[in-house]
């Protein structure tokens, strides 16, 4: 089993910068791919970023540019660093992971359907 422990969420002015990370522990050796999500109340749970242990990232198009996903070298501490955040990224954060060894660069890496060990949740609320 893998525990998942988001912290950082928060409250920001539009433009505004925060940083999200994750805590994974317990068999933390069979991770092969990390993600960040997010929901707004009425709306399904919607990928934001994936990482693999080899580093490779994908990326929500509406986050290009503005938000950078990382891996640390334990590969057990998932961040997501957020800049230029907007109203509409307002929203419960959520760390996810997966065993399965997929490819990182397809659209599947950000299906939530793709992980099986989910995090509580972190709100980010970005106010205009």
């Known amino acids: 089993q893998v525990q998942l422990v988001e912290s950082g969420g928060g409250s920001v002015q539009s433009g505004g910068s925060l940083r999200l990370s994750c805590a994974a522990s317990?068999?933390?050796?069979?991770?092969?791919?990390m993600a960040w999500f997010r929901q707004v109340p009425g709306k399904e749970r919607e990928g934001v970023a994936a990482?693999?242990?080899?580093?490779?990232?994908n990326y929500l198009d509406s986050v290009k540019g503005r938000f950078t996903i990382s891996l640390d070298n334990a590969k057990t501490t998932l961040n997501l660093q957020m800049n230029s955040l907007k109203p509409e990224d307002t929203a419960m954060y959520y760390c996810?992971?997966?065993?399965?060894?997929?490819?990182?660069?397809?659209?599947?890496?950000?299906?939530?359907?793709?992980?099986?060990?989910w995090g509580q949740g972190t709100q980010v609320t970005v106010s205009s």
């Open positions: 990482i693999d242990t080899e580093d490779t990232a």
């Open positions: 996810a992971a997966s065993a399965t060894r997929g490819a990182t660069w397809l659209p599947s890496a950000l299906w939530s359907t793709s992980y099986n060990y």
């Open positions: 317990g068999y933390t050796g069979s991770i092969y791919t």
